[in-house]
């Protein structure tokens, strides 16, 4: 590609070094702590959820229709939350590719925690709003960076079980989501309302952020590719020696490597040009149809059950239910993440989600629902996990952050429209029109993906990305 260079060999043995390296509690914490960062974030997303219903008992939204447009007041909430995060994802992406992947993940957990600490104390619907949109902000450029650091610290051969095991931990954020909406949000402790605690939870990332800085380093592929290749060799050395130690033995000898292309000021006009153009429309596609299924159930747990005949203290029971399965059953993805291309995983999840959420409205049975919502939920999460670590092989590194935060900007803006048209459906159609209406954007998704999308299993990023 025009302007490009070829580094010097010790980038090129960089990367070879890393991806030779067995899979080890060394990397497996590193995963782990920066999926904790992720935790934070993700309920911060779906609590959405559990506290709109806190925000109408408070007086602060109004119930039913009464809201914006005719439509619930938790349309505008979910909606100005993906405004944020769209707008933090697609101009701010760029700043993990620019700064570093280290330093975006301690700054951005502070902006969102402090944000939603912040909309915590608000009284007013436009003060809760504002501070929701300002914490979107920040959630769209974290997410991102998480990704991006995955991807390129672990090796090849463990990257869809790394992004498996993100997604257990990080997916710890739902049912404790829905566990503090259970507890707070009917009542006021205090005499404080219950949901401004569901909403300062966040606020504990600041604690952890440091901690968590200390002990994750700098992405070497990425310092290889500023040209900082002594700090990327120490690093890499570091973790050898780590994993070495371990493992009571010498490391398997380094394999050729694709080597890394360098280019001094990446430039976004790359992802319109081949061999990233068709995975650059093929993956906007996908992230605005994939949010559809995703959020379109996450987001509205409580209400979909509600319309289905649960009562409210009944869909909040049943969603903690629910919730409970998206740390667990991201577990088993570990026994095939690396074993089957990651494109006909989400090809298999999307499928699911939309033959399940049909299901779901044949009922108003308590097991049925709670069943049916399960492997939704299950569903989902393998969606989630193999398209996170997918869009983040398709792009090199030195644009990675910012090729993954415009596709999956995406999703963002996908979802502003999304709360409305679920508001909308539920409203008019009852939850089979909510159902049908995330089957066909699955049937989009699956088409997108299944069709245009290139296989990147057990392939080093260098060589998926050309």
Known sequence: MSGQRAVDASAAGIIARLDRLPASRALWKLVILLSCGAVFELYDLLMT??????????GIFEPGHKGFAGLPDQAAFASITFLGLFLGTILFGYAADRYGRRAIFTYALLWYSAA?????????????????????????????????????????????????LNHVVQFCSVPLAALMGYIFVPIDPFGISGWRFVAAFPALAAILVWWIRRAVPESPRWLAQHGRTAEADRITAMLEAQVAAELGGKLPQPLPSVRMAAQAKPRFV??????????????????????IGFYGFATWVPQLLAAQGASFTKSLQYSLVIAFASPTIPLLFLLFADKFERKWQIVAA?????????????????????????????????????????????????????????????????????SFLIAFFLQNFGNIGVFGFIAVAMLVAVVSVGGFGPNTRGRALEEISG
């Not at 959820?49 to 408070?58: D, F, I, K, N, T």
Request: hydrophobic share 45%.
């Open 49 to 58: 959820a559990y506290v709109s219903p806190g925000l109408v008992r408070a």
């Open 116 to 164: 939603t600490l912040i909309m915590a104390s608000c009284d007013t619907r436009a003060g809760v709003d504002f501070w929701r949109f300002i914490a979107g902000l920040g959630i769209g450029v974290e997410l991102v960076t998480i990704d991006s650091y995955i991807a390129e610290l672990v090796p090849k051969h463990m990257r869809g079980r790394a992004f498996a």
């Open 270 to 291: 790359e992802i319109w040009q081949p061999p990233y153009r068709q995975r650059t429309i093929m993956m906007m596609v996908f992230n605005f149809c994939q949010a």
């Open 350 to 418: 999307a499928c699911c989600t939309a033959t399940f959420g049909l299901l779901f409205t044949l009922s108003n049975e308590p097991a049925w629902l709670i069943l049916c919502g399960v492997v939704i939920t299950g569903s989902n999460n393998l969606l989630s996990y193999s398209y996170h670590s997918y869009q983040s092989e398709l792009f090199p590194t030195r644009l990675r952050a910012r090729a993954v935060g415009f596709v999956y900007s995406f999703s963002r803006l996908s979802t502003v429209v999304n």
